[in-house]
Structure formats: C-alpha cells, structure tokens
C-alpha cells in the first residue's frame, strides 16, 4: 500500500462508531465560526509563525498568494503587504465573508467558495500556495496537494499539527467511551505522501505554540469537547473538572515546504 493509500485508510480509522453517534444529542463536527475569526485576529496582530516565514520568504513584493482552506485567513491575512492580492479557497460563505472583512484596509481578497480541488479551475496561478491545518480533513492528500503544487509558481507551504489533532482528546474518548483512539495519520505521513505524489524535494521543520482554548471562554470549550464526544450537557461538570485538573501541553506543529510548478 502506498503513503497516499495509508494515509487515507489511517483517516477513516477516526469515524465515530454508529452506536456512540447514534446517541449523540446533536452533531459532534464543525467548529464554531468564532474560533477562526479569533485565530486570524490574533495571526493579524501577532508574530510571525514559521508557516508565514516560509511563505513570506519565497513572495515577491506584490505578489499572488493561495490559501486553500483559509478559514478566517490566519495562514495569508499576515502575509501583506508583501501580497498584493490573496485567493481564498474554503468551502464556507461565512468564513470568507469574515476573511474579507479582516482584510479591509489590508489586502484584496478574491474569494472562491467550494472544495479543493474541484475549484482548483476557478482558481489563478499563484506566486505561494498555502495550506494551513486542513490535511487532517482530507482523504485523498495527494490529488489535493497535487492540484495546489500545479496551481503554484515559486513555493508550496503546509502547516499541520504533528498528530491527528483530535488526538487531544483521545484521553476523554477513553475516559467517557473507554475508545481506543488511532495513533495514525501523522505529519511524518503526509510528508511521505507530498514525496510520493508531488515530485519535488520536501523541506520541514518542527516547532510549538501554546495549545489554544478551543471556545472564548471555559464554557465555551466545555461545550466544544461535549458535543465532540457525543456527550450530553449533564457531563458539562466533569469535563470541566478534567480539563482543569489536566493542562494541555503545547501544540506541536510542522511546517513543509516545497517548490511549485505553475
């Protein structure tokens, strides 16, 4: 089997079992719209991560940049005024609408709604293509990362957390459920599949930034891990109780780049 076969196998192992999510009061997916608007404003405002060096670094003054599930625009919204111009692809109206209201006054926004790559046609050739914290969604890594490789002239970027980000609450799946939560996909196997597919030479490195509240308040987080887990508010106290008595340690992060082909 190869990586890009592995890598989609190792996804589905993460579906909820029928018989949990047949009692789940409502769905456990989706994040609330808030957290991408807050993480963008706080991308606007703070420091540079390695994954807008990267991209920064390889954008000439002017230049055209592709963020391919932009959310809110965390990834691209700090690559101006070095871009002059920033596509974003996501499949949320909501979200690009709040993307371009963040970049007023900045940077223009040209917005694409739908999936990647079925828009990828819609889409010009950029000088950065970027891709922040998406991979982990998609089962077949190496046609979307293809189509944005092609779709890009001087550099691809792609930022993921090291392991599945729901592996945060693997713990509380076992706590709750007593489920076994996978330990695969991982960073080390996206890259084997942007090695595989993409034909070019991989650069990455690793580095952390503090593990973010998951809601704008406790209770907001609460509520967040609640629904994930398919509980019910009446579990609202105890979650609460291990989440304090368990700090989150850093997220552990990876930054891959490679060249593009546009």
């Not at 997916?29 to 606007?44: D, L």
């Not at 920033?86 to 709604?113: C, F, H, N, Y």
């Not at 979307?144 to 993921?160: G, K, Y």
Request: charged letters at 20%; hydrophobic letters at 45%; proline letters at 8%.
């Amino acid at each position: 089997m190869g990586a890009a076969q592995e890598w989609g196998r190792s996804l589905e192992a993460w579906a909820i079992p029928e018989a949990i999510l047949a009692l789940a009061p409502e769905s456990p997916w989706g994040f609330p719209p808030e957290i991408f608007t807050a993480a963008a404003r706080g991308a606007v405002a703070g420091a540079l991560t390695p994954t807008h060096r990267r991209a920064q670094e390889a954008l000439p003054v002017g230049g055209v940049a592709l963020d391919v599930g932009a959310g809110a625009g965390a990834a691209s919204l700090p690559l101006a005024p070095a871009a002059s111009r920033i596509v974003a692809v996501d499949q949320s109206t909501a979200m690009l609408d709040r993307m371009k209201e963040l970049a007023r006054g900045r940077v223009e926004v040209v917005a694409v709604e739908g999936n990647w790559p079925e828009v990828a046609h819609q889409v010009e050739a950029a000088d950065v293509g970027l891709c922040a914290n998406v991979a982990y969604n998609v089962a077949d890594l190496q046609s979307f990362l293809i189509a944005l490789t092609d779709r890009t002239r001087r550099r691809v970027v792609l930022e993921l957390t090291k392991v599945h980000p729901q592996a945060s609450v693997s713990w509380l799946w076992k706590h709750f459920w007593d489920l076994d939560r996978p330990l695969t996909p991982t960073a080390t196997d996206a890259i084997e599949v942007i090695q595989e597919g993409v034909s070019r030479t991989v650069e990455w490195m690793d580095w952390s930034r503090p593990h973010p509240m998951l809601g704008r308040t406790e209770a907001e987080t609460v509520a967040w891990v609640r629904r994930r887990l398919c509980l019910t508010p009446t579990a609202d106290p105890e979650i609460q109780e291990l989440l304090r008595a368990t700090p989150q340690p850093a997220a552990e992060m990876v930054t891959a780049w490679w060249p593009g082909r546009a």
